[in-house]
């Protein structure tokens, strides 16, 4: 599975952006798919995860209000839905595939897309 993640960029507190993560070389039907996020010197951390069909999605204290993971299993794409972005956001954000979501076990996910960089401005 090749993963590319896009949509990041430059934007001001409060606003928003839609993060993709288009896979190819394989369905993503039967994975879960997680975004995580590695602001600079820091260690990657686990933001929000979908599980395989979409029923289950998981997502960290601190974007749950503001974060909305889903999937488009057709075009084979998931999406980060983030809004009232703050500063704390910066970071290089990452999907991934795994068979289970799982937050804190970057171990459990297979694949990794290239990252894409979120910039928020105060």
């Known amino acids: 599975v090749q993963l590319q993640a896009s949509g990041g960029g430059l934007v001001q507190t409060g606003g928003s952006l839609r993060l993709s993560c288009a896979a190819s070389?394989?369905?993503?039907?039967?994975?879960?798919i997680g975004w995580f996020r590695q602001a600079p010197d820091k260690e990657r951390e686990g933001v929000s995860c979908i599980s395989s069909g979409g029923d289950t999605r998981y997502s960290s204290e601190s974007v749950k209000e503001r974060f909305t993971i889903s999937r488009d299993d057709a075009k084979n794409t998931v999406y980060l839905q983030m809004n009232s972005l703050k500063p704390e956001d910066t970071a290089v954000y990452y999907c991934a595939v795994g068979l289970r979501c799982n937050l804190h076990n970057e171990e459990r996910y297979d694949y990794w897309g290239q990252g894409t960089l979120v910039t928020v401005s105060s």
């Open positions: 070389g394989e369905s993503l039907d039967y994975y879960a």
